[in-house]
C-alpha cells in the first residue's frame, strides 16, 4: 500500500498568491477605469499585469522546482490531472456562453426580427438571411454595408494548421514516452511554429475584415459573435502557445522522463481543447 | 517509490511567518477557512446594513431615508454582496475547515491556490463596494444585472462586473480545489458511500460552480462589450437580443440556487442524525436526490423568464421541469423526519437551528413551487412574493444552516462549547424575527406590491411597517451570534474532542481545537 506509506506534498507558506490579488485588483480597477476614459486606468492596469506575470514566473517556477526535486508522488500526480481536466471543462463552459449566444440569435431572435409583426410594424424589408448586422443596417446611409468572412481561404488553411499541430505534439508525446529525446523536442518546435503561424494567419485575417471587408465588432450581431469567438479562441491559442514553450525549455533542459511528465500532458491537453474549439468554431462561425 | 517521499525531518513545521504575514501566506487549510468564515460574516453584516437601510424607508410610503437613485443601488449591491460575499464564502469556509477533517486528509489538495482563492476575495469586495463611490455610484440594475438597463449603468457597473470575474475566479479555483480534494484525497478505506454527507453535498456543488461560473463571466463580459466596444449582443437593432442575456443569466442562476443550498442540506444532513442519536436514514437516497437536483437545475432555468415572454410550450415544459425538482427535495426532507422519528432527540443550539430550517425552508420550498406555476407566476413576478420565497430559502434555508453548522462545528474550531443559553437566544430571536420580516411579504406580493420599488401605496403600509420591525429585530439578533463566536474564542468551557455524543465522524476523533496539521498520516477507516 503506497498510499499509507506516502505522505501527500502541502507545500509551505507562498507569498505568490497575495501577489495575485494585488495583481488582479490593480488589474480589474484599471479596467474599470480605462474603460470609463479615465487617464490612471491603463497605468494601474499595466502595473497589474506586470504583477500577474511575475507572480505566474515565480509560482509557476517554484512548482516546477518542486517537481523536479522529487516532491510531488503519485498523489499529487493524480491532483494535478484531476484539476486539469476540471479546469478545462470550465473553459469548456465558457465557450459554451459564447456558442449559445450565437445558436440563440441565429435560430431564435433573427427568425423573430424578420418575421411577423416585427418585419411588418418595426423593421419592414429586413430579411434576417445569415450573416448580417441587424435591422439597423437596413439605414444603408447610416450604416455601411460588410462582406462576410469566407470559410475557404484562411479559415481552411488554419484549420489544417491546427489539425497538423495537433498530430505534430502528439508525435512529440510518442518520442517523450520512447525516450526520443529529439523527436520531443522537434515535435514541439514544430507544434509551437504551426500555432505561431495560425496566429499570424488570424492577425492578418482580422486586418483584411476591417480593411477590405469593412467587418468590426461593431459589425451588428454577427461582427459581435465572430470577433468574441474567434478573438477568445485566438487568446487561447496564445495561452496554450505559451504553455508549449515553457514545456519546449523544460524539455532542453532536461527535465520529464517517460514515466513523469504531467507538465506536457497538460500543456497537451490544453492544445487538443483549442483545437476541438476551432473545429466547432470552423463549422458554426465561419462555414454555415 | 522512494523517491518521492518527502523526508520527515524537512518536514513544513519549523519557520511558519507569524503575524499578518501568516495570514497573508498561509497554505493551512484551517486558516484558510478561519479567513472565509470572518471575510463572510463582515460582508454578512455590511449586506445587513443595506439590507436594513432598505427596511428603513420602506417603513412608511413616501420617500424619507434615501433617494430612489440610492435604493436601487442598495437592492442591487444588498444581492451582490449577500450572494457572492456571504452566503457563497461562508459554506466554502465550511468545506476548508471540514472536509479535510471529515474524509481524513492532511489539507486540501492544493494548498496554495486555496490560498489564493481566499484572498481573491477582499479585491472583488473593494471593487465592489467600492463602486459606490465613483461618479454615478454604485450599479443600480437589480442583482440580476439585466440588459439594457445594465448595458445604460454608469462606471459603478464595470466595478460590478470585474467585481464579478474576479468572484467568478475563486470560486471556480475553490471549487476545482474541492473536487479534487474529495475525489483523491479521501483516507484509505473511505468509500464514496461511505463519506459524510456534507462532503457529498459539497463535491456536487462544485461540479455546479465550475460549470456555471464561467457562463456567468461570459454574460457580464458580452455586457462589457456591450457597453465599451460596440458588440449588439442585447441590442435588437444590431440583431441581438435582451432577452438572451436573461436566458444566459440564468442558466447560471438557477444551479446558483442549489451552489447556496446543497451544502446547507449536508450540514444539516451530518447535525440531525447526531441529535437523534440515530444513523441517517436512507443515505443512498440523499445522495441520488442531491445528484438529481443538480442534474435538474441545469433544465429549468426559464421559470424566472415566464412574464418575460415565451411560446406556451415553453412555459409548460419549464413549469413542469421545475415542479419536478420538488420529488428529490421531497425525498430529502422526508429522510431528515424519518431520521428524528423515534429518535432520543435532544435540542442543543446546533440542533434547534437544523429543526428550523426545516420548518422555514419547507415553506420556501413551498412557495417556490407555486412560484412555478407558470399562470400563477404572471401574478406573482416581480412582487414581494417572490422576494419572500427566496428569502425563506436563502435565509432560513442557507443562512440557518450556516448557523447550525457554526454552533455544530465551534467546539472542534475553538476548543469551547459556544454558550448554550445564547445560542437558544440567538435562535428564537432569529426564528420569530425572521418571520415577522419576511412572512407579511407573501400577503404584500398577493396583494400586488412591486419589488425593487422605494415607495408604495397606502394599503401595504401595515405590513411593511411590521416586516420593517422584523428585519430590525433580526438584525440585531445576529449581534447575539457574534458575542457567541467571540466569547467562544476566547474561552468558555472546553470542549472534549467529541462534544456531541451522538456525533458520527473523523472530525471528531481529532481533540478539540483541531491541532494545527491533522491526519499527516491517513487514518485508516474500516
Ligand atoms: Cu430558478
Same mark, same amino acid.
Given at each position: 500500500?503506497?498510499?499509507?506509506?506516502?505522505?501527500?506534498?502541502?507545500?509551505?507558506?507562498?507569498?505568490?498568491?497575495?501577489?495575485?490579488?494585488?495583481?488582479?485588483?490593480?488589474?480589474?480597477?484599471?479596467?474599470?477605469?480605462?474603460?470609463?476614459?479615465? #487617464?490612471? @486606468?491603463?497605468?494601474?492596469?499595466? %502595473?497589474?499585469?506586470? *504583477? $500577474?506575470?511575475?507572480?505566474? /514566473?515565480?509560482? !509557476?517556477?517554484?512548482?516546477?522546482?518542486?517537481?523536479?526535486?522529487?516532491?510531488?508522488?503519485?498523489?499529487?500526480?493524480?491532483?494535478?490531472?484531476?484539476?486539469?481536466?476540471?479546469?478545462?471543462?470550465?473553459?469548456?463552459?465558457?465557450?459554451?456562453?459564447?456558442?449559445?449566444?450565437?445558436?440563440?440569435?441565429?435560430?431564435?431572435?433573427?427568425?423573430?426580427?424578420?418575421?411577423?409583426?416585427?418585419?411588418?410594424?418595426?423593421?419592414?424589408?429586413?430579411?434576417?438571411?445569415?450573416?448580417?448586422?441587424?435591422?439597423?443596417?437596413?439605414?444603408?446611409?447610416?450604416?455601411?454595408?460588410?462582406?462576410?468572412?469566407?470559410?475557404?481561404?484562411?479559415?481552411?488553411?488554419?484549420?489544417?494548421?491546427?489539425?497538423?499541430?495537433?498530430?505534430?505534439?502528439?508525435?512529440?508525446?510518442?518520442?517523450?514516452?520512447?525516450? #526520443?529525446? @529529439?523527436?520531443?523536442?522537434?515535435? %514541439?518546435?514544430?507544434? *509551437? $511554429?504551426?500555432?505561431?503561424? /495560425?496566429?499570424? !494567419?488570424?492577425?492578418?485575417?482580422?486586418?483584411?475584415?476591417?480593411?477590405?471587408?469593412?467587418?468590426?465588432?461593431?459589425?451588428?450581431?454577427?461582427?459581435?459573435?465572430?470577433?468574441?469567438?474567434?478573438?477568445?479562441?485566438?487568446?487561447?491559442?496564445?495561452?496554450?502557445?505559451?504553455?508549449?514553450?515553457?514545456?519546449?525549455?523544460?524539455?532542453?533542459?532536461?527535465?520529464?522522463?517517460?514515466?513523469?511528465?504531467?507538465?506536457?500532458?497538460?500543456?497537451?491537453?490544453?492544445?487538443?481543447?483549442?483545437?476541438?474549439?476551432?473545429?466547432?468554431?470552423?463549422?458554426?462561425?465561419?462555414?454555415? | 517509490?522512494?523517491?518521492?517521499?518527502?523526508?520527515?525531518?524537512?518536514?513544513?513545521?519549523?519557520?511558519?511567518?507569524?503575524?499578518?504575514?501568516?495570514?497573508?501566506?498561509?497554505?493551512?487549510?484551517?486558516?484558510?477557512?478561519?479567513?472565509?468564515?470572518?471575510?463572510?460574516?463582515?460582508?454578512?453584516?455590511?449586506?445587513?446594513?443595506?439590507?436594513?437601510?432598505?427596511?428603513?424607508?420602506?417603513?412608511?410610503?413616501?420617500?424619507?431615508?434615501?433617494?430612489?437613485?440610492?435604493?436601487?443601488?442598495?437592492?442591487?449591491?444588498?444581492?451582490?454582496?449577500?450572494?457572492?460575499?456571504?452566503?457563497?464564502?461562508?459554506?466554502?469556509?465550511?468545506?476548508?475547515?471540514?472536509?479535510?477533517?471529515?474524509?481524513?486528509?492532511?489539507?486540501?489538495?492544493?494548498?496554495?491556490?486555496?490560498?489564493?482563492?481566499?484572498?481573491?476575495?477582499?479585491?472583488?469586495?473593494?471593487?465592489?463596494?467600492?463602486?459606490?463611490?465613483?461618479?454615478?455610484?454604485?450599479?443600480?440594475?437589480?442583482?440580476?444585472?439585466?440588459?439594457?438597463?445594465?448595458?445604460?449603468?454608469?462606471?459603478?457597473?464595470?466595478?460590478?462586473?470585474?467585481?464579478?470575474?474576479?468572484?467568478?475566479?475563486?470560486?471556480?479555483?475553490?471549487?476545482?480545489?474541492?473536487?479534487?480534494?474529495?475525489?483523491?484525497?479521501?483516507?484509505?478505506?473511505?468509500?464514496?458511500?461511505?463519506?459524510?454527507?456534507?462532503?457529498?453535498?459539497?463535491?456536487?456543488?462544485?461540479?455546479?460552480?465550475?460549470?456555471?461560473?464561467?457562463?456567468?463571466?461570459?454574460?457580464?463580459?458580452?455586457?462589457?462589450?456591450?457597453?465599451?466596444?460596440?458588440?449588439?449582443?442585447?441590442?435588437?437593432?444590431?440583431?441581438?437580443?435582451?432577452?438572451?442575456?436573461?436566458?444566459?443569466?440564468?442558466?447560471?442562476?438557477?444551479?446558483?440556487?442549489?451552489?447556496?443550498?446543497?451544502?446547507?442540506?449536508?450540514?444539516?444532513?451530518?447535525?440531525?442524525?447526531?441529535?437523534?442519536?440515530?444513523?441517517?436514514?436512507?443515505?443512498?437516497?440523499?445522495?441520488?436526490?442531491?445528484?438529481?437536483?443538480?442534474?435538474?437545475?441545469?433544465?429549468?432555468?426559464?421559470?424566472?423568464?415566464?412574464?418575460?415572454?415565451?411560446?406556451?410550450?415553453?412555459?409548460?415544459?419549464?413549469?413542469?421541469?421545475?415542479?419536478?425538482?420538488?420529488?428529490?427535495?421531497?425525498?430529502?426532507?422526508?429522510?431528515?423526519?424519518?431520521?428524528?422519528?423515534?429518535?432520543?432527540?435532544?435540542?442543543?443550539?446546533?440542533?434547534?437551528?437544523?429543526?428550523?430550517?426545516?420548518?422555514?425552508?419547507?415553506?420556501?420550498?413551498?412557495?417556490?413551487?407555486?412560484?412555478?406555476?407558470?399562470?400563477?407566476?404572471?401574478?406573482?413576478?416581480?412582487?414581494?412574493?417572490?422576494?419572500?420565497?427566496?428569502?425563506?430559502?436563502?435565509?432560513?434555508?442557507?443562512?440557518?444552516?450556516?448557523?447550525?453548522?457554526?454552533?455544530?462545528?465551534?467546539?472542534?474550531?475553538?476548543?469551547?462549547?459556544?454558550?448554550?443559553?445564547?445560542?437558544?437566544?440567538?435562535?428564537?430571536?432569529?426564528?420569530?424575527?425572521?418571520?415577522?420580516?419576511?412572512?407579511?411579504?407573501?400577503?404584500?406580493?398577493?396583494?400586488?406590491?412591486?419589488?425593487?420599488?422605494?415607495?408604495?401605496?397606502?394599503?401595504?403600509?401595515?405590513?411593511?411597517?411590521?416586516?420593517?420591525?422584523?428585519?430590525?429585530?433580526?438584525?440585531?439578533?445576529?449581534?447575539?451570534?457574534?458575542?457567541?463566536?467571540?466569547?467562544?474564542?476566547?474561552?468558555?468551557?472546553?470542549?472534549?474532542?467529541?462534544?456531541?455524543?451522538?456525533?458520527?465522524?473523523?472530525?471528531?476523533?481529532?481533540?478539540?481545537?483541531?491541532?494545527?496539521?491533522?491526519?499527516?498520516?491517513?487514518?485508516?477507516?474500516?
Amino acid at each position: 500500500m503506497s498510499e499509507t506509506l506516502e505522505r501527500y506534498f502541502v507545500p509551505e507558506p507562498s507569498r505568490f498568491p497575495i501577489f495575485g490579488s494585488v495583481a488582479l485588483l490593480l488589474f480589474g480597477a484599471g479596467a474599470a477605469l480605462w474603460v470609463n476614459q479615465v #487617464k490612471a @486606468g491603463p497605468w494601474i492596469f499595466f %502595473l497589474g499585469i506586470a *504583477i $500577474l506575470i511575475y507572480m505566474l /514566473f515565480g509560482w !509557476f517556477g517554484q512548482v516546477v522546482r518542486e517537481s523536479q526535486g522529487g516532491k510531488y508522488g503519485t498523489r499529487v500526480d493524480a491532483s494535478f490531472r484531476w484539476s486539469m481536466g476540471w479546469f478545462i471543462f470550465s473553459e469548456v463552459m465558457f465557450f459554451a456562453a459564447f456558442f449559445g449566444a450565437l445558436f440563440y440569435v441565429r435560430v431564435l431572435t433573427v427568425p423573430a426580427l424578420s418575421s411577423g409583426e416585427n418585419e411588418a410594424l418595426l423593421w419592414q424589408g429586413y430579411s434576417g438571411a445569415w450573416p448580417n448586422a441587424g435591422p439597423r443596417a437596413l439605414d444603408t446611409a447610416a450604416v455601411e454595408p460588410f462582406t462576410p468572412m469566407g470559410a475557404w481561404g484562411i479559415p481552411a488553411i488554419n484549420t489544417l494548421i491546427l489539425l497538423t499541430s495537433g498530430a505534430t505534439l502528439t508525435w512529440a508525446h510518442y518520442g517523450l514516452l520512447k525516450d #526520443k529525446r @529529439g523527436q520531443l523536442k522537434l515535435g %514541439l518546435l514544430l507544434t *509551437i $511554429l504551426l500555432g505561431a503561424i /495560425f496566429l499570424g !494567419f488570424q492577425a492578418y485575417e482580422y486586418v483584411h475584415a476591417y480593411g477590405e471587408l469593412n467587418l468590426r465588432l461593431d459589425t451588428g450581431i454577427y461582427g459581435s459573435t465572430f470577433f468574441m469567438l474567434t478573438g477568445f479562441h485566438g487568446l487561447h491559442v496564445t495561452v496554450g502557445a505559451i504553455m508549449l514553450t515553457v514545456m519546449l525549455c523544460r524539455a532542453v533542459a532536461g527535465h520529464f522522463n517517460s514515466q513523469h511528465h504531467f507538465g506536457f500532458e497538460a500543456a497537451a491537453w490544453y492544445w487538443h481543447f483549442v483545437d476541438v474549439v476551432w473545429l466547432i468554431l470552423f463549422v458554426v462561425v465561419y462555414w454555415l | 517509490m522512494a523517491a518521492v517521499i518527502p523526508d520527515p525531518l524537512d518536514h513544513h513545521h519549523h519557520h511558519a511567518p507569524s503575524g499578518l504575514m501568516r495570514w497573508l501566506t498561509t497554505t493551512n487549510h484551517k486558516d484558510i477557512g478561519t479567513m472565509y468564515l470572518i471575510f463572510s460574516f463582515v460582508m454578512f453584516l455590511s449586506g445587513g446594513v443595506m439590507a436594513l437601510t432598505i427596511r428603513a424607508e420602506l417603513f412608511q410610503p413616501g420617500l424619507q431615508v434615501v433617494q430612489p437613485e440610492f435604493f436601487n443601488q442598495l437592492t442591487t449591491m444588498h444581492g451582490l454582496v449577500m450572494v457572492f460575499g456571504a452566503i457563497m464564502p461562508a459554506f466554502v469556509g465550511f468545506a476548508n475547515w471540514q472536509i479535510p477533517l471529515m474524509i481524513g486528509a492532511s489539507d486540501m489538495a492544493f494548498a496554495r491556490m486555496n490560498n489564493w482563492s481566499f484572498w481573491l476575495l477582499p479585491p472583488a469586495a473593494i471593487l465592489l463596494l467600492g463602486s459606490f463611490f465613483v461618479p454615478g455610484g454604485a450599479t443600480a440594475a437589480g442583482w440580476t444585472l439585466y440588459a439594457p438597463l445594465s448595458v445604460q449603468m454608469g462606471m459603478g457597473m464595470d466595478f460590478a462586473i470585474f467585481a464579478i470575474h474576479i468572484m467568478g475566479l475563486s470560486s471556480i479555483m475553490g471549487a476545482i480545489n474541492i473536487v479534487v480534494t474529495i475525489l483523491n484525497m479521501r483516507a484509505p478505506g473511505m468509500a464514496m458511500m461511505k463519506m459524510p454527507l456534507f462532503c457529498w453535498t459539497w463535491l456536487i456543488t462544485a461540479y455546479l460552480l465550475i460549470a456555471v461560473m464561467p457562463v456567468l463571466a461570459g454574460a457580464v463580459t458580452m455586457i462589457l462589450t456591450d457597453r465599451h466596444f460596440g458588440t449588439s449582443f442585447f441590442n435588437a437593432a444590431g440583431g441581438g437580443d435582451p432577452v438572451m442575456y436573461q436566458h444566459i443569466f440564468w442558466f447560471f442562476g438557477h444551479p446558483e440556487v442549489y451552489i447556496m443550498i446543497l451544502p446547507a442540506f449536508g450540514i444539516v444532513s451530518q447535525i440531525i442524525p447526531a441529535f437523534a442519536r440515530k444513523p441517517l436514514f436512507g443515505y443512498a437516497s440523499m445522495v441520488y436526490a442531491t445528484a438529481s437536483i443538480a442534474i435538474l437545475s441545469f433544465v429549468v432555468w426559464a421559470h424566472h423568464m415566464f412574464a418575460t415572454g415565451m411560446p406556451a410550450v415553453g412555459q409548460l415544459y419549464f413549469m413542469y421541469a421545475t415542479m419536478l425538482i420538488a420529488v428529490p427535495t421531497g425525498v430529502k426532507v422526508f429522510n431528515w423526519v424519518a431520521t428524528m422519528w423515534r429518535g432520543s432527540l435532544s435540542f442543543e443550539p446546533p440542533m434547534l437551528w437544523a429543526t428550523g430550517f426545516i420548518f422555514v425552508f419547507t415553506i420556501g420550498g413551498f412557495t417556490g413551487l407555486i412560484c412555478a406555476i407558470a399562470p400563477i407566476d404572471i401574478q406573482i413576478h416581480d412582487t414581494y412574493y417572490v422576494v419572500a420565497h427566496f428569502h425563506y430559502v436563502l435565509v432560513a434555508g442557507s443562512l440557518f444552516a450556516l448557523f447550525a453548522g457554526a454552533y455544530y462545528w465551534l467546539p472542534k474550531w475553538t476548543g469551547h462549547m459556544p454558550s448554550d443559553r445564547l445560542g437558544k437566544l440567538h435562535f428564537w430571536c432569529s426564528l420569530v424575527f425572521f418571520n415577522v420580516t419576511f412572512f407579511p411579504m407573501h400577503f404584500l406580493g398577493l396583494a400586488g406590491m412591486p419589488r425593487r420599488i422605494p415607495d408604495y401605496a397606502l394599503q401595504f403600509t401595515d405590513f411593511n411597517a411590521l416586516a420593517t420591525i422584523g428585519a430590525f429585530g433580526f438584525g440585531l439578533s445576529q449581534l447575539i451570534f457574534l458575542a457567541v463566536v467571540v466569547k467562544c474564542a476566547r474561552g468558555g468551557k472546553p470542549a472534549a474532542a467529541k462534544p456531541w455524543d451522538g456525533a458520527e465522524g473523523l472530525e471528531w476523533t481529532v481533540p478539540s481545537p483541531a491541532p494545527y496539521h491533522t491526519f499527516e498520516e491517513a487514518p485508516l477507516v474500516k
